[in-house]
């Protein structure tokens, strides 16, 4: 898969339908989606730049992650974000069965989500979930957190623990516990599948003003991240826009 730069982070140049199909049919991905957040952190932070560009796909989430890919590299590139990315993987995986397997976030907001998708997918392969409290990395990949994904060894492994924590629990796993499932670090989309926050609508989406619609609704934990990483989002990429 080809790979477009941007800022420091390698991001793929791909589709919702490749990643989802590559996600039913192989195995050992490790799957980041990457939006303006994860970009600037990895510009300013060497480590989990690292650890994010170790990923096999590194998803362009987002309008100005994949607008900012077509810009640089003429590659037509569009959103692959994470909530369509879900939907469609599994719509894909109900025709070989692919087993699913959720990581994180709360039990409340993860049985609403599997509720959820109950209805829409009668015959999805759901192999277990795991909420942990809120851990340090350390204490996370435990024994009586992972030992049931030992176990089950799901195909898929979707994790929901914000970024970076879920990204650097997927490399820690995959580097010291060895499962060959396949890892999705997914964020918010447990909330927004389960009901417990409303999605932006796509029209705002691929327009890039999904930020204003999440600001709205979590001012408070938001603000900070949209209004500094966006400003500092725009100077890093005219500096390579020129650079280029």
């Given at each position: 898969?080809?790979?477009?730069?941007?800022?420091?982070?390698?991001?793929?140049?791909?589709?919702?339908?490749?990643?989802?199909?590559?996600?039913?049919?192989?195995?050992?991905?490790?799957?980041?989606?990457?939006?303006?957040?994860?970009?600037?952190?990895?510009?300013?932070?060497?480590?989990?730049?690292?650890?994010?560009?170790?990923?096999?796909?590194?998803?362009?989430?987002?309008?100005?992650?994949?607008?900012?890919?077509?810009?640089?590299?003429?590659?037509?590139?569009?959103?692959v974000d994470g909530y369509n990315l879900f939907y469609d993987t599994i719509e894909k995986g109900l025709e070989n069965d692919t087993s699913h397997y959720f990581f994180g976030n709360t039990d409340i907001?993860?049985?609403?989500?599997?509720?959820?998708?109950?209805?829409?997918?009668?015959?999805?392969?759901?192999?277990?979930?795991?909420?942990?409290?809120?851990?340090?990395?350390?204490?996370?990949?435990?024994?009586?957190?992972?030992?049931?994904?030992?176990?089950?060894?799901?195909?898929?492994?979707?994790?929901?623990?914000?970024?970076?924590?879920?990204?650097?629990?997927?490399?820690?796993?995959?580097?010291?516990?060895?499962?060959?499932?396949?890892?999705?670090?997914?964020?918010?989309?447990?909330?927004?599948?389960?009901?417990?926050?409303?999605?932006?609508?796509?029209?705002l989406a691929n327009i890039g003003l999904e930020w204003i619609f999440r600001l709205l609704q979590e001012p408070k934990r938001l603000y900070k991240r949209y209004f500094i990483d966006n400003s500092l989002?725009?100077?890093?990429?005219?500096?390579?826009?020129?650079?280029?």
């Amino acid at each position: 898969m080809k790979s477009a730069t941007i800022l420091k982070t390698e991001i793929s140049v791909t589709s919702i339908d490749e990643v989802s199909k590559l996600l039913t049919i192989k195995k050992n991905l490790m799957v980041a989606v990457c939006n303006v957040n994860t970009i600037v952190t990895c510009y300013r932070n060497k480590s989990i730049n690292k650890i994010i560009n170790s990923f096999d796909i590194k998803c362009p989430d987002g309008f100005p992650v994949a607008k900012s890919s077509e810009i640089l590299y003429k590659n037509q590139q569009k959103r692959v974000d994470g909530y369509n990315l879900f939907y469609d993987t599994i719509e894909k995986g109900l025709e070989n069965d692919t087993s699913h397997y959720f990581f994180g976030n709360t039990d409340i907001v993860t049985n609403k989500m599997i509720s959820n998708l109950k209805i829409k997918f009668p015959k999805i392969n759901i192999s277990g979930y795991t909420c942990p409290p809120f851990l340090d990395l350390e204490k996370l990949t435990e024994d009586k957190y992972i030992n049931d994904l030992k176990t089950k060894n799901p195909d898929i492994i979707w994790v929901s623990l914000g970024f970076p924590k879920q990204e650097q629990f997927i490399n820690k796993l995959k580097s010291e516990v060895g499962l060959n499932s396949n890892f999705v670090g997914i964020g918010a989309v447990f909330e927004w599948v389960a009901g417990t926050k409303v999605k932006a609508p796509e029209i705002l989406a691929n327009i890039g003003l999904e930020w204003i619609f999440r600001l709205l609704q979590e001012p408070k934990r938001l603000y900070k991240r949209y209004f500094i990483d966006n400003s500092l989002f725009i100077i890093y990429f005219i500096k390579q826009y020129l650079s280029k």
